[in-house]
């Protein structure tokens, strides 16, 4: 326990114009981490906010890298890695800045990677969801069960932005341009790390996400990217299927030409 105690932990948290409540959610995890006397520091990736989330996260006590411009979660999620590996650090965090999930479940998830896990995961679908639109609810099931099928590791919640992991995990880095939480998974799993899901608390959003500013365009580029992993890591059922697919359609419309 005294060895975790002096191991460097960092709390990540992407931001994009959440000036209203990154100040409340670095206090609130600055607070918990304090009362668990973890050797911590919180990392704010400010993604090019046009309003004043730097300052409000800097004065709540976070240490603070901006973005010149709003790049996306993707490039700030490689960012945090790339910081967080800069700055030494034995565990990560993720959390977002929108208070979603409740900053009192950190150390449940620390104490897990302590136990031996290298990815763990903070599962909404195992424990409470207060609110979640019906179609992100439906989009993330269903990207769960692709990650489930190319992993043949049981996933619950494959897209939760609450998860932590050790420098071992981090140094996989991401290829990926929009599927980077499925993507850490299977890389995880292929890497033969061990991987926990625990259950977390998921609360109702105040306001529009700022991250994800159309859902659809954001289902879209998800969808594509699942098949881009598809392709990637099981590229014999993506080519087989994608084939056969293409041959039932020349045999039936060969059929429907000789018919005629």
């Known amino acids: 326990k005294n060895a975790l105690f002096k191991m460097n932990i960092i709390v990540t948290i992407p931001a994009y114009n959440e000036e209203n409540s990154i100040g409340n959610v670095v206090k609130e995890i600055k607070n918990v981490m304090d009362e668990a006397r973890y050797n911590y520091k919180v990392l704010v990736i400010d993604d090019g906010s046009k309003d004043k989330t730097a300052e409000a996260a800097k004065k709540a006590?976070?240490?603070?890298?901006?973005?010149?411009?709003?790049?996306?979660?993707?490039e700030t999620f490689r960012t945090e890695i790339k910081k967080c590996l800069e700055l030494n650090s034995d565990i990560i965090v993720h959390i977002d800045a929108?208070?979603?999930?409740?900053?009192?479940?950190?150390?449940?998830?620390?104490?897990?990677v302590e136990n031996g896990y290298d990815l763990v995961l903070g599962s909404r679908f195992l424990g409470k969801i207060e609110h979640m639109p019906l179609l992100k609810r439906l989009g993330n099931k269903a990207f769960s069960k692709v990650i489930s099928n190319i992993t043949?590791?049981?996933?619950?919640?494959?897209?939760?932005?609450?998860?932590?992991?050790?420098?071992?995990?981090?140094?996989?880095?991401?290829?990926?341009?929009?599927t980077y939480t499925q993507e850490q998974i299977i890389r995880a799993v292929r890497n033969k790390f061990k991987i926990k899901e625990v259950p977390v608390y998921f609360g109702r959003r105040d306001g529009k996400?700022?991250?994800?500013?159309?859902p659809f365009e954001y289902a879209m580029?998800?969808?594509?990217?699942?098949?881009?992993?598809?392709?990637?890591?099981?590229?014999?059922r993506f080519f087989g299927y994608t084939g056969s697919l293409f041959l039932i359609s020349g045999i039936l419309i060969g059929l429907w030409l000789v018919y005629n």
Request: glycine content about 8%; charged content about 25%; cysteine-free.
């Open 61 to 74: 006590g976070a240490v603070v890298y901006s973005h010149p411009y709003n790049y996306g979660l993707e």
């Open 98 to 112: 929108d208070g979603q999930y409740k900053a009192y479940e950190i150390p449940k998830l620390i104490k897990e």
């Open 152 to 178: 043949n590791v049981k996933i619950s919640d494959g897209q939760t932005g609450f998860r932590a992991f050790n420098k071992n995990v981090a140094k996989l880095g991401m290829i990926s341009n929009h």
């Open 209 to 214: 996400s700022r991250l994800i500013s159309n």
């Open 221 to 236: 580029k998800a969808w594509t990217n699942i098949l881009r992993v598809y392709r990637d890591y099981e590229p014999l």
